[in-house]
């Protein structure tokens, strides 16, 4: 079965430091999300991407974070200096249309911690 | 503001009983609804949806309900097992809105 791949699985870095998590979507999808969620609380809506352009993004996705699609394949999360808050499980998910009803499928996830 | 919650943190249940998970929302607007289980340190994982025109969706040992009078949304779990031990998240979205939003999960914990 298709699967959302993201790497790396587990990243330390020190405060401040520029952070860069990937994901390889589903190949046919074409709609592109990355999500936070802080150890032991509910999964945050971060960005969305299609057509090589943000299409919503929340509050907390501010002047940090960037997401990219460099290739045909890679989708990509920069978090250019890293707080101690941004620790968190970052999940990239996909979906092949926005049409209502069309099931959105996440990856493992890329666990960050910043010290 | 928009909010999907979920009324019990933790639930348990014994191997072989059915489970109920429960979840209220209160965007009116919300027309399509997803149940995700995620066990610990991995991402969710799609186990049933449901759009509005619809008040219920089967799938193998598992039913969603949906109630948009009362704006409320369940998942039945039959038979339960101990690898339905997870946390489990309903999530809505409105129209062809990108973003998901999440509840904030209920533990089911299954006892042999």
């Known amino acids: 079965e298709p699967e959302v791949t993201q790497t790396p699985s587990h990243q330390v870095t020190q405060m401040g430091q520029e952070v860069i998590l990937r994901c390889v979507p589903i190949s046919n999808h074409l709609y592109f999300y990355w999500y936070r969620q802080i150890l032991g609380q509910k999964v945050e809506f971060l960005v969305s991407?299609?057509?090589?352009?943000?299409?919503?993004k929340s509050e907390i996705f501010d002047d940090q974070f960037s997401v990219e699609r460099p290739d045909g394949s890679n989708f990509t999360l920069k978090i250019r200096s890293t707080k101690l808050e941004d620790s968190a499980m970052y999940f990239c998910a996909s979906r092949q249309t926005a049409i209502s009803g069309n099931t959105i499928y996440f990856g493992e996830g890329s666990w960050l911690t910043v010290v | 503001g928009e909010s999907v919650g979920l009324h019990l943190p933790t639930l348990s249940v014994q191997e072989g009983d059915n489970s109920i998970i429960n979840c209220a929302y209160s965007?009116?607007?919300?027309?399509?609804f997803i149940w995700y289980k995620q066990e610990s340190g991995k991402g969710p994982q799609f186990i049933i949806d449901?759009?509005?025109?619809?008040d219920k969706r089967q799938g193998q040992r598992v039913t969603v309900l949906l109630n948009k009078t009362v704006k409320h949304l369940s998942l039945q779990i039959a038979a339960t097992q101990p690898g339905d031990s997870a946390v489990y998240f309903c999530?809505?979205?409105?129209?062809?809105?990108?973003?998901?939003?999440f509840g904030t999960g209920t533990r089911l914990q299954v006892t042999l």
């Open positions: 999530a809505e979205a409105s129209g062809t809105a990108s973003k998901l939003t």
């Open positions: 991407f299609y057509n090589n352009e943000i299409s919503e």
């Open positions: 965007n009116s607007a919300s027309d399509y």
């Open positions: 449901i759009r509005s025109n619809m």
